[in-house]
């Protein structure tokens, strides 16, 4: 069980920025997020685009931004804990307790729900039988290159993600990229490099194909694929991979209790509290009258979330608004020279 002053609810931009806002009042914070990676909608959707109106910063990308809000918290020391969805909110006393989909307990007096759009996740075969395969011989993203290594694999997409995986994986095991159209999404060049490496002999392409069925009793022994004019291939195989973009869930945020507005959490302005004392809800997620969906806006509702988490964390200490420029105990929690 890890106890902590806040658990922040997402690792997006703002909830990244959160943790900088709890941490120079003095309090800790546990990140968690769904997606393997740290950054949300700015690394998963866009990292390699630019992005102009974040305060005095006349441009970065949304993997740039990402790694200086990092960098901005590293002097706090959170802690992420990745892949993990957070499933349940229940009381616990005077605390919160949350417990992730992998079955880690958090207890704390706050929570600051910086969930965007709510989970990232996969889309899914839709076939028979998938369900019992999934994280075995049937994955949606590859953790480990070298769990694919000299094995038999089945690529399926179009999209960046399927060319640079087959791309990859080809180099030590045998290939086959199956994608339901003959055009591939994803950049000119990595399809160019497939179709080469397919020429060579070096990766199968199969286009327009698509899944028909997956064979094998305790583990994946082949699968069918059809074409559009109806023809199936049986192709043997060790793992399949799936990559068909990702869909957002709400998810489990939708069962918590919270105040719900299409998809979004009501807050007050004045603290971005929900309708339950010590859960507050920040970027995206939030709607009141006038809502920018900003990542500048978010910015701004953690600052104040996070003074609301003091008082709640720390009942029986005075909150004092203090610049950086001057506080030295700020100073200190930064780890930055003290200004005289
Ligand atoms: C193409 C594109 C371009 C954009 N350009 C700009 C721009 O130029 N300027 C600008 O200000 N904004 C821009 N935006 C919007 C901006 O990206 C969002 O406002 C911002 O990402 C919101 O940040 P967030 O931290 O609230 O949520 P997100 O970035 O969505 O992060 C939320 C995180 O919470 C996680 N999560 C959700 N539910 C759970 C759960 N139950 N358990 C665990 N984790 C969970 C998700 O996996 C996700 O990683 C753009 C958006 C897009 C799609």
Same mark, same amino acid.
Request: net charge positive.
């Given at each position: 069980m890890i106890k902590t002053?806040?658990?922040?609810?997402?690792?997006?931009?703002?909830?990244?920025f959160a943790v900088h806002q709890l941490g120079i009042i003095g309090l800790k914070?546990?990140?968690?997020?769904n997606l393997d990676k740290i950054g949300g909608q700015c690394i998963e959707l866009y990292p390699d685009k630019p992005i102009y109106d974040?305060?005095?910063?006349?441009?970065?990308?949304?993997? $740039? #931004?990402?790694? $200086?809000?990092? @960098?901005?918290?590293?002097?706090?020391?959170?802690?992420?804990? #990745?892949?993990?969805?957070?499933?349940?909110? $229940?009381? @616990?006393?005077?605390?919160?307790?949350?417990?992730?989909s992998k079955n880690k307990i958090f207890v704390s007096p706050n929570i600051i729900i910086a969930g965007g759009v709510g989970s990232f996740e996969p889309r899914k075969f839709l076939i028979k039988g998938v369900e019992k395969f999934e994280n075995k011989s049937i994955f949606y993203s590859v953790k480990n290159k070298n769990n694919f290594k000299n094995k038999k694999v089945c690529i399926f997409g179009g999209g960046d993600s399927?060319?640079?995986w087959a791309i990859e994986l080809s180099k030590f095991s045998e290939v086959t990229l199956i994608h339901r159209r003959n055009e591939f999404r994803g950049a000119e060049?990595?399809?160019?490099?497939?179709?080469?490496?397919?020429?060579?002999?070096?990766?199968?392409?199969?286009?327009?194909?698509?899944?028909?069925?997956i064979d094998g009793e305790k583990t994946l022994d082949a699968i069918t694929i059809k074409s559009e004019d109806g023809k199936i291939e049986k192709i043997k195989t060790d793992f399949v991979l799936g990559f068909f973009g990702l869909i957002m869930k709400l998810g489990p945020i939708a069962d918590w209790g919270l105040n719900l507005e299409k998809k979004t959490i009501p807050v007050n302005t004045e603290n971005f509290q929900t309708n339950k004392k010590g859960i507050f809800a920040i970027g995206?997620?939030?709607?009141?009258?006038?809502? #920018?969906?900003?990542?500048?806006?978010?910015?701004?509702?953690?600052?104040?979330?996070?003074?609301?988490?003091?008082?709640?964390?720390?009942?029986?200490?005075?909150?004092?608004?203090?610049?950086?420029?001057?506080?030295?105990?700020?100073? @200190?929690? #930064?780890?930055?020279?003290? $200004?005289?």
């Amino acid at each position: 069980m890890i106890k902590t002053d806040v658990v922040v609810v997402g690792a997006g931009p703002v909830g990244l920025f959160a943790v900088h806002q709890l941490g120079i009042i003095g309090l800790k914070a546990e990140v968690i997020d769904n997606l393997d990676k740290i950054g949300g909608q700015c690394i998963e959707l866009y990292p390699d685009k630019p992005i102009y109106d974040i305060p005095a910063i006349p441009e970065c990308t949304g993997e $740039s #931004l990402t790694k $200086s809000l990092l @960098e901005q918290i590293k002097p706090f020391k959170a802690n992420f804990h #990745l892949n993990e969805r957070v499933q349940e909110v $229940s009381k @616990e006393k005077s605390d919160w307790k949350i417990v992730t989909s992998k079955n880690k307990i958090f207890v704390s007096p706050n929570i600051i729900i910086a969930g965007g759009v709510g989970s990232f996740e996969p889309r899914k075969f839709l076939i028979k039988g998938v369900e019992k395969f999934e994280n075995k011989s049937i994955f949606y993203s590859v953790k480990n290159k070298n769990n694919f290594k000299n094995k038999k694999v089945c690529i399926f997409g179009g999209g960046d993600s399927a060319l640079d995986w087959a791309i990859e994986l080809s180099k030590f095991s045998e290939v086959t990229l199956i994608h339901r159209r003959n055009e591939f999404r994803g950049a000119e060049h990595s399809a160019t490099v497939a179709k080469k490496l397919h020429k060579e002999g070096k990766l199968k392409i199969k286009t327009p194909f698509q899944i028909n069925s997956i064979d094998g009793e305790k583990t994946l022994d082949a699968i069918t694929i059809k074409s559009e004019d109806g023809k199936i291939e049986k192709i043997k195989t060790d793992f399949v991979l799936g990559f068909f973009g990702l869909i957002m869930k709400l998810g489990p945020i939708a069962d918590w209790g919270l105040n719900l507005e299409k998809k979004t959490i009501p807050v007050n302005t004045e603290n971005f509290q929900t309708n339950k004392k010590g859960i507050f809800a920040i970027g995206d997620i939030c709607s009141y009258p006038g809502k #920018l969906k900003l990542i500048l806006s978010g910015f701004h509702e953690g600052a104040l979330a996070a003074r609301a988490c003091f008082k709640i964390a720390r009942p029986n200490e005075t909150y004092r608004f203090e610049y950086t420029t001057t506080s030295k105990s700020m100073q @200190e929690r #930064l780890g930055v020279k003290k $200004s005289d």
